[in-house]
Nanobody, 124 residues
Framework: QVQLVESGGGLVQAGGSLRLSCAASGRTFSAYAMGWFRQAPGKEREFVAAIIWSYGTSYYTDSVKGRFTISRDNAKRTVYLQMNSLTPEDTAVYYC?????????????????WGQGTQVTVSP
């Protein structure tokens, strides 16, 4: 089992920044990648970013490229999502998740363990 705990969400004005954290514990050695997803009211959960634990290679959905940065601290088993230039369209519950899969990281079905989510609200 892997436990994931997100933090760092909140309310911010458009153009502002937030940094989300996701602390992993438990059988984390089985995890190959960590992803961030988000779900807005009435919409499906969508991929935001992913990072490979060992290599640090990162992937982003097009709408956040250049604004969001995913990073990790292997010693702390923590992944971060730095979000800059936020817009109201970024408002959602953000989830971190972990997977042992070597590919398909944009697909939520590939992920085994999920955090409880943290709310991000961006006001106009």
């Amino acid at each position: 089992q892997v436990q994931l705990v997100e933090s760092g969400g909140g309310l911010v004005q458009a153009g502002g920044s937030l940094r989300l954290s996701c602390a992993a514990s438990g059988r984390t050695f089985s995890a190959y990648a960590m992803g961030w997803f988000r779900q807005a009211p009435g919409k499906e959960r969508e991929f935001v970013a992913a990072i490979i634990w060992s290599y640090g290679t990162s992937y982003y959905t097009d709408s956040v490229k250049g604004r969001f940065t995913i990073s990790r601290d292997n010693a702390k088993r923590t992944v971060y999502l730095q979000m800059n230039s936020l817009t109201p369209e970024d408002t959602a519950v953000y989830y971190c998740a972990t997977t042992g899969e070597r590919m398909g990281w944009t697909n939520a079905l590939k992920y085994d363990y999920w955090g409880q989510g943290t709310q991000v609200t961006v006001s106009p």
